[in-house]
């Protein structure tokens, strides 16, 4: 939210009881509540992208010599180690 | 003849699914999205021909069902257009889902609902049972009585619906078979008066899909331990007060409207020769014209009875019709449809609760008619008269009777 071209909408010139929006953002990110995360196996990566293209929240990030997720959007669905290639990637329970 | 009109109406002669294409013609409406359905086909056979004539500008969506119907109109009023549907019957059931979120995204939709008898029994007649059965949903639900009040309402539905302090969406009822295929005289007004009686349409100054007005519309409310459920209470209590306003604005939107085109139509409720009335019978849309005839013959025998007609059924004019009750001493109530749970007529169900409201006890009965197409006729007021008549020498209140059961 940092770079927008409008401001939110200005809420306190109409009624606070009419249609329900909302002006501040506070998104829920889904590795709140995720319960499985993917883990990558440097020596077996290959730096194919497949993993990249199938992640349906796009949170593979590009390491020099490997991919990573950013573990704050990914939602555990574990499709990146259904589609990987080399297996590369494991999912593992979070820990309670 | 020529006193009465204002110089520039134009007469034809149409039936009740015309004039309310007419209407949504005369409004400038902006998107209209439809899915046909009997008795509602024609009305959109009408604009469809409307929009192609060029005669209105606005952008027609044929979608693939009524669900879509009324979430491609959503998104539209959000983005600032004026909009208009018709549905009835199995297709406002399909509609079911959007049509719970409208009212409560406070977006000023109008919808004609062609009323039609539910299924099953398999029928495509008319009968309010399926405005009936979403009558607690939130919108505004007014019902007709004539072709040239359909035409009237329908315009006027956009005033109410888009008044700041009402932004609801509004249903104009009209008779399935009665209303819609029946053709009368109807006065057409002028284009630009129904544009300066509109004025200019803002529907989506509260809400809003807006690049230049970012907002997150309609976001999850919290669940119990946070402020989720008091803000959900904050949104509720505000959409029954824009309900509340609704009894309010119609009112003066039908004044405004007599003043501007010279035909008054009764808001909320109609008192027809109340004026010493011992005891009352009640109607509700088409059915009116017959059960009027039948007291007027009654009132030539000498009869004391009166007639009290629901137009604004949502909200319910519970002050009006408590008023206009006041002083009789038996209430006979005529239905189209069913309360299934009470074995009565929702209306009844409706006045009896707001017979609360008057001094005193006042026995009330139920009658129901006109389902699955079935004529109401002059004789059958006769009955419901004579039985409210009983009704008010004894007191005694019988189970719900059914008019058409004998025919």
Known sequence: MKRQAYNMFDASTIPDDLSPIATKLTPMLPGDWRSMRPVVDRAKCVKCAVCWLYCPVQCVVERPAWFDFNLKTCKGCGICATECPQRAITMYEEAA | ?407
């Open chain 2, 1 to 407: 003849m020529s006193a009465i009109l204002k110089p520039k109406s134009k007469l034809i002669v149409c039936d009740g699914n015309e004039a309310a294409a007419w209407a949504v013609s005369l409004a400038n409406v902006d998107m209209v999205a439809v899915y046909p359905i009997t008795p509602q086909s024609s009305l959109v056979e009408y604009l469809a021909k409307f929009i192609a004539d060029g005669r209105l500008g606005a952008e027609l969506v044929d979608v693939e069902g009524e669900h879509s119907v009324l979430s491609v109109l959503q998104g539209a009023c959000l983005a600032g257009a004026r909009t208009y549907t018709a549905s009835c019957g199995p297709g406002l059931a399909f509609m079911f889902e959007p049509y719970m979120r409208t009212p409560g995204l406070r977006l000023p939709l109008v919808m004609t609902i062609v009323t039609r008898d539910t299924l099953t029994p398999q029928s495509v007649w008319g009968g309010h049972q399926d405005a009936m059965s979403v009558r607690e949903v939130g919108w505004i639900h007014m019902y007709c009585e004539s072709v040239q009040e359909v035409l009237d309402t329908t315009i006027m539905a956009y005033k109410v619906a888009e008044h700041h302090d009402v932004m609801l969406p509004v249903n104009v009822n009209h008779d399935g078979n009665y209303l819609s295929f029946g053709a009368a005289r109807c006065e057409l007004p002028e284009q630009s008066d129904v544009s300066a009686f509109l004025g200019e349409k803002n529907v989506n100054w509260h809400v809003a899909l807006d690049p230049q007005r970012p907002m997150a519309v309609d976001p999850l409310t919290g669940g119990a331990g946070g402020p989720g459920p008091s803000t959900f209470v904050r949104y509720r209590k505000g959409q029954c007060s824009g309900t509340q306003n609704a009894l309010k604005v119609i009112t003066e939107v039908h004044e405004q409207w007599g003043r501007c085109f010279g035909r008054y139509h009764a808001p909320l409720i109609e008192s027809y020769r109340m004026d010493g009335a011992e005891y009352a019978i009640m109607t509700i849309g088409s059915m009116t014209g017959a059960a009027k005839d039948a007291v007027d013959e009654a009132r030539e025998r000498g009869d004391k009875v009166g007639l009290v007609k629901v137009k604004t059924y949502r909200p319910f004019p519970v002050q009006a019709l408590a008023g206009a009750l006041a002083d009789v001493k038996a209430v006979g109530v005529v239905d189209r449809s069913v309360s299934f749970g009470w074995n009565c007529g929702p209306l009844f169900q409706d006045t009896i609760a707001a017979m609360y409201y008057t001094p005193r006890r006042i026995p009330a009965m139920s009658f129901i008619g006109g389902l699955a197409g079935a004529d109401l006729t002059v004789g059958h007021f006769e009955r419901v008269i004579r039985r409210t008549a009983e009704l008010a020498r004894d007191g005694q209140p019988a189970e719900t009777v059914w008019l058409n059961e004998k025919d």
